[in-house]
């Protein structure tokens, strides 16, 4: 069977490919722990919440005057994944099915904290 030959940009892409399989620490990434484990942790994510999220979503994720209640079947993850965190977080959020007006964008928080702050409401909503 003869070889077939490959253009310019399928031969980079298999090369990215390639790249993108090597272990994270060819890759000069530190690799995780099993003490620090592969989800970000809720409790890191509590006093994070308390300081950026809970004047307008609530203390205790109840929801306040400002803003709605995390503790509601519309943020369950089957509704908001928690990429939807992350994009609210970062481009602020259109009220869409609330009426407390649009939500702005969080300034300060990256997406690493983003993830705890996730990690904390989902573990409270279960």
């Given amino acids: 069977m003869p070889l077939k030959t490959i253009s310019k940009a399928q031969g980079l892409a298999l090369a990215l490919l390639l790249a993108s399989a090597l272990p994270l620490q060819a890759q000069d990434h530190p690799m995780p722990t099993p003490s620090t484990g592969l989800m970000p942790n809720p409790n890191l994510g509590r006093p994070l919440y308390s300081q950026n999220c809970a004047s307008c979503h609530g203390a205790?994720?109840?929801?306040?005057?400002?803003?709605?209640?995390?503790?509601?079947?519309?943020?369950?993850?089957?509704?908001?994944?928690?990429?939807?965190?992350?994009?609210?977080?970062?481009?602020?959020?259109?009220?869409?099915?609330?009426?407390?007006?649009?939500?702005?964008?969080?300034?300060?928080l990256d997406a690493d904290e983003v993830a705890y702050i996730t990690a904390y409401i989902r573990a409270t909503q279960r």
């Avoid at 509704?79 to 939807?84: Q, S």
């Fill in 60 to 108: 205790m994720l109840q929801g306040s005057d400002k803003g709605p209640p995390f503790l509601h079947k519309v943020y369950e993850p089957s509704h908001h994944g928690d990429a939807a965190f992350q994009m609210a977080v970062k481009n602020g959020a259109r009220a869409h099915h609330w009426r407390f007006g649009d939500m702005p964008p969080v300034a300060g």
